[in-house]
């Protein structure tokens, strides 16, 4: 098979807590995003969301990578990454700028962007993404476009999303070591919501929780914008260490248990399940009651479901999300069960966010661990990002089309 121009493709390496993903997309004729090539590798270098060891990380990257270009008979050079941990934070923050000539240009709108951004933060930390919630023109809100509007007075809303910069250079040293260019680095508030979450549903008021096996990144989304994100320092992880001390097996046999047994909603199990496990060492192999193991599972996903109730409350969006409900993404949410657990503690509709409006792989549109790459792939395109030009006027025009599709999407 010949080689496929790497002009033509879209690179997303989504670096997680347990593997690395890589999926190679390519624009079709039709104007959609096809998924060509996907590479996955385990990932021993990344502890909740954190990159804690940089040559494990380095080899994860390289072996997804390798994957995807032996799969899609490509050649990968450049990467739009996503990545999280609990360094990631929101913000709101409002700016206020005066309109010159009484008419809002583009430019003014950059104005008070910037106004919106001037905040204090921690001197290790850095802004990742301003998103425009909201505008006002001498008072009137609910303005997503000011542009053209007559006033003398704008006034902007926008979500900061901040993170630490020891931990976004970890990332760019290790993709960079992984001879690629990086092209953009994304959060998965925007990555996931982009792949998952339907318009109507970011107009109504909707919750996103993105489950992976660090971490849980939390987002709500109404008006068509965040309104608050967070990242919760749990994840899938737990619940297999929890199988591991209570049945007493090795972590790794824990994983495949959990994974081929597992259900978070007890009430779904018979009783007269039974699973066998290996027990550590040269421990003999037992039978054991699938209703323990659901129950296990089910405590440790109850918690976590209530830490995020906790949360939603503190930041007083739960409210926001009563009409569109809750989705729920990631790796960890191929749980069976969680659904009904999460409607039962937040008393809203959940459904399980799968990636959309992406073609490809017959098994990708339902795998929600792949929503964060897929929206990495939907995000670069609809920026039209591959790398900043160099020449400066181009540069400029390229600047301006990353703050519009920010604008127009979120």
Not at 20 to 26: E, F
Not at 106 to 116: C, G, M
Not at 311 to 339: Q, Y
Request: proline residues 5%.
């Amino acid at each position: 098979m010949a080689r496929r121009d790497e002009r033509d493709l879209w690179v997303a390496l989504d670096i997680g807590t347990s593997k690395c993903r890589v999926l190679v997309g390519q624009v079709m004729p039709e104007g959609h995003m096809e998924v060509i090539s996907e590479g996955v590798a385990e990932c021993r270098g990344v502890s909740r969301g954190d990159v804690v060891n940089i040559e494990a990380t380095i080899t994860a990257i390289r072996r997804a990578v390798e994957n995807a270009e032996q799969l899609g008979s490509c050649r990968i050079g450049s990467v739009n990454v996503g990545t999280s941990g609990p360094h990631i934070q929101g913000h709101n923050s409002t700016g206020v700028a005066p309109v010159r000539g009484r008419e809002v240009t583009q430019k003014d709108v950059e104005s008070v962007i910037d106004a919106a951004k001037a905040v204090l933060i921690p001197a290790d930390q850095r802004i990742f993404h301003v998103i425009p919630q909201e505008f006002m023109v001498d008072g009137r809100d609910g303005i997503h476009d000011a542009v053209g509007m007559h006033g003398v007075r704008l006034e902007a809303r926008v979500h900061l999303i901040t993170g630490s910069e020891g931990a976004q250079l970890n990332v760019r040293k290790c993709v960079e070591r992984s001879d690629l260019v990086l092209d953009n680095l994304f959060v998965p508030h925007i990555t996931a919501a982009e792949a998952v979450l339907l318009p109507e549903e970011r107009s109504l008021g909707v919750g996103l929780i993105d489950i992976g096996a660090g971490i849980s990144d939390i987002s709500v989304h109404r008006g068509g914008a965040i309104r608050h994100s967070a990242v919760l320092a749990m994840g899938g992880n737990l619940v297999t260490n929890d199988i591991s001390m209570a049945f007493r097996t090795p972590a790794p046999s824990a994983e495949l248990i959990k994974i081929e047994h597992g259900c978070a909603w007890p009430q779904m199990v018979t009783g007269n399940d039974v699973i066998e496990v290996r027990g550590v060492g040269d421990g003999p192999v037992r039978q054991l009651s699938r209703q323990t193991l659901s129950e296990v599972i089910w405590a440790r996903y109850d918690e976590i479901f209530r830490f995020i109730l906790r949360e939603l409350r503190r930041s007083e969006t739960e409210e926001m999300i009563k009409s569109g409900g809750l989705v729920l993404t990631g790796g960890a949410a191929a749980m069976p069960g969680v659904v009904e657990l999460a409607e039962q503690i937040f008393n809203i509709p959940v459904r399980i966010g799968l990636p959309h409006n992406i073609a490809g792989p017959e098994a990708l549109p339902r795998d929600p661990s792949a929503a964060a790459a897929a929206g990495l792939l939907l995000a670069a395109h609809r920026i039209g990002f591959q790398r900043p030009p160099e020449n400066a006027v181009n540069a400029a025009q390229w600047l301006k089309s990353v703050k519009e599709w920010f604008a127009k999407n979120f």
